[in-house]
């Protein structure tokens, strides 16, 4: 059996650990470990993501030119 894992060091914990052990039970494995470039469009990838569940989180609002914009402000401090 074989599986490939990509994971950030400061992700690695006991889960991992567990994970790896509840996938190959109790065997002999061997672990290689590889530093891992990440290409420009990898990062824009994460970028475009990140925006996108920042909109589904907070969604656009539109402010009406006839109301005061202080009183906006004042309600989102509420």
Known sequence: MHHTFQI?????GSSF???VKSIFGNKEIKI????VE?????INQAE??????????????????QGDFNDFVQDLNC
């Open 8 to 12: 950030n060091t400061s992700q690695l």
């Open 17 to 19: 650990v567990e994970s």
């Open 32 to 35: 290689v470990i590889e530093e």
């Open 38 to 42: 990440i290409s420009r469009q990898d």
């Open 48 to 65: 475009i993501n990140r925006f996108l569940t920042h909109r589904k989180t907070h969604p656009a609002i539109t402010i009406s030119d």
